[in-house]
């Protein structure tokens, strides 16, 4: 079975600072699709980044960025410029692509995000 | 453009009663995904289908839980004869397709949180 590790349970980081969150994962299949989802306060789960494992190239969206690490089955994630809204707990999610994996992710217990200034 | 509604957002049932939970997907979308949030911990996934049929079911409960997407109208997540242990946060998700993955991530509903007393 599919499991996703997220080993940091709360970090921190200063206004403007950068912050990197760790994620591991395990599994058999060759081909599939990793993500990092925000939930503020307000509990919306909502996606931050996606990665499609069969392509090299790190994923990034404007001050979000991945570093995508196949052999080691690492997916980090990486906030520059952090801001305070970007406190929130962050939960790293796998999908696969094979029957029994698709359509349903797998999450980590999540990661809290504290922003001070 | 109304994302994945979930209503109602609080729910509160006295032990023995039935939770019925309901999930309107995003327009457009035929494929909707059920997932459960235990308090501190990540979601996880319940059960997946697409209009009339249950695609996916591996991580319902089997017994008291169960789900229906009719033809017409929301997605239903039926919880009969709650328990304490039923406490948790319900999300809804949908995706235009299966796999949800390329270019189709799931999108979240805001989820609804069950409160058994």
């Known amino acids: 079975a599919q499991t996703v590790t997220q080993s940091q349970p709360e970090m921190s980081v200063q206004e403007a600072e950068t912050v990197t969150l760790s994620c591991t994962y395990d599994?058999?299949?060759?081909?599939?699709?990793l993500f990092w989802y925000k939930q503020p306060p307000s509990r919306q789960m909502i996606l931050v980044i996606r990665q499609e494992a069969y392509k090299q190239q790190n994923a990034t969206e404007n001050r979000f960025s991945v570093n995508f690490q196949k052999a080691a089955k690492s997916f980090s994630l990486k906030i520059s410029d952090s801001q305070l809204g970007d406190a929130a707990m962050y939960f790293c999610?796998?999908?696969?692509?094979?029957?029994?994996?698709?359509?349903?992710?797998?999450f980590g217990t999540g990661t809290r995000l504290q922003v001070t200034l | 453009n109304a994302g994945v509604m979930q209503n109602p957002r609080h729910l509160v049932r006295r032990r023995g009663q039935e939770a019925r939970l309901r999930c309107s997907p995003m327009?457009?979308?035929?494929?909707v995904y059920w997932y459960r949030q235990l308090p501190e911990e990540g979601l996880k996934f319940m059960v997946y289908?697409?209009?009339?049929?249950?695609?996916?079911e591996s991580g319902m409960p089997k017994e008291r839980f169960s789900a229906e997407f009719p033809k017409e109208g929301p997605s239903i997540l039926r919880i009969q004869q709650v328990v304490r242990g039923d406490s948790a946060a319900y999300f809804c998700?949908?995706?235009?397709f299966g796999m949800g993955g390329d270019n189709q991530p799931q999108h979240f509903g805001d989820g609804t949180r069950l409160s058994i007393l």
């Open positions: 599994t058999s299949e060759s081909d599939y699709y």
């Open positions: 289908l697409q209009k009339e049929n249950i695609i996916d």
């Open positions: 327009k457009g979308h035929s494929h």
């Open positions: 998700a949908s995706s235009p």
């Open positions: 999610a796998y999908m696969g692509t094979y029957t029994g994996t698709a359509s349903k992710l797998t």
